[in-house]
């Protein structure tokens, strides 16, 4: 079983509306999840940070996370063209040394 | 000002070679971290340091070491350079006990003959 999970897409949507990322992991012992958005050619940014069960939201970008069911999503409200990007969700696993782990990312493409 | 910078850019040498990558950073961060991201843009954890110590050491050929000469600096040297060490190399950093706030640098893109 992959650690974490992400649909690679591309997810496609129009501009103006809701893109929806999701992301699965296996470590149940996890408490620290976040998303990073990477530009074509460009390195990995840090965009959101999740650490509680429910919702947290800044500026156009939702995190939600779900412990129980080991879930992470991430939504973009009113998408942009210059959101099209790659979206890594990370995990930092327990036990041990703090690891983060990324999934193989979702190519979002929001078209005009 | 540059937060997390690597050196070079560009690295494109011949099977069998040896090679090193330089990262620094600026930020006063006690961990740095060196990745590796394939063609297929998976991004996956080769090493980290913290505050010039080993503490993950994933299951990388010992073609590869890296070297913390200092907190500010981390470098990768590789031996006896494979077509399968063509990548995207990312050197980042992160504060104490923060491992999920990480900065990356540039990426150094390794393309061997």
């Known amino acids: 079983q992959k650690e974490v999970e992400q649909n690679s897409g591309p997810l496609s949507v129009p501009e103006g509306a809701i893109a929806s990322l999701n992301c699965t992991y296996s470590?149940?012992?996890?408490?620290?999840f976040f998303w990073y958005r990477q530009y074509s050619g460009k390195s990995p940014e840090l965009i959101m940070s999740?650490?509680?069960?429910g919702d947290k939201e800044d500026g156009r970008f939702t995190a939600q996370l779900n412990k129980a069911s080991q879930y992470v999503s991430l939504l973009i409200r009113d998408s942009q063209p210059s959101d099209s990007a790659t979206y890594l969700c990370?995990?930092?696993?327990?036990?041990?040394?703090?690891?983060?782990?990324f999934g193989a990312g979702t190519r979002l493409a929001v078209h005009p | 000002d540059t937060a997390v910078s690597q050196t070079p850019k560009y690295l494109v040498t011949q099977m069998g070679n040896d090679k090193s990558i330089k990262c620094e950073q600026n930020?006063?961060?006690?961990?740095m971290y060196w990745y590796k991201q394939d063609s297929k843009k998976f991004l996956k954890i080769m090493f980290s340091?913290?505050?010039?110590?080993?503490?993950i050491n994933e299951t990388v050929p010992n073609r590869f070491s890296p070297k913390s000469p200092d907190k500010a600096h981390l470098n990768l040297h590789i031996n006896s350079l494979e077509l399968g060490d063509s990548a995207v190399y990312f050197c980042?950093?992160?504060?104490?006990?923060?491992?999920?706030?990480?900065?990356f640098g540039p990426g150094t893109r390794l393309t061997v003959l």
């Open positions: 990370a995990v930092v696993f327990s036990g041990g040394y703090n690891k983060l782990i």
């Open positions: 999740i650490y509680s069960n």
């Open positions: 930020l006063g961060h006690d961990t």
């Open positions: 980042a950093s992160s504060p104490r006990g923060r491992a999920g706030e990480q900065f």
């Open positions: 340091y913290n505050n010039k110590e080993l503490i």
């Open positions: 470590d149940r012992g996890s408490q620290s």
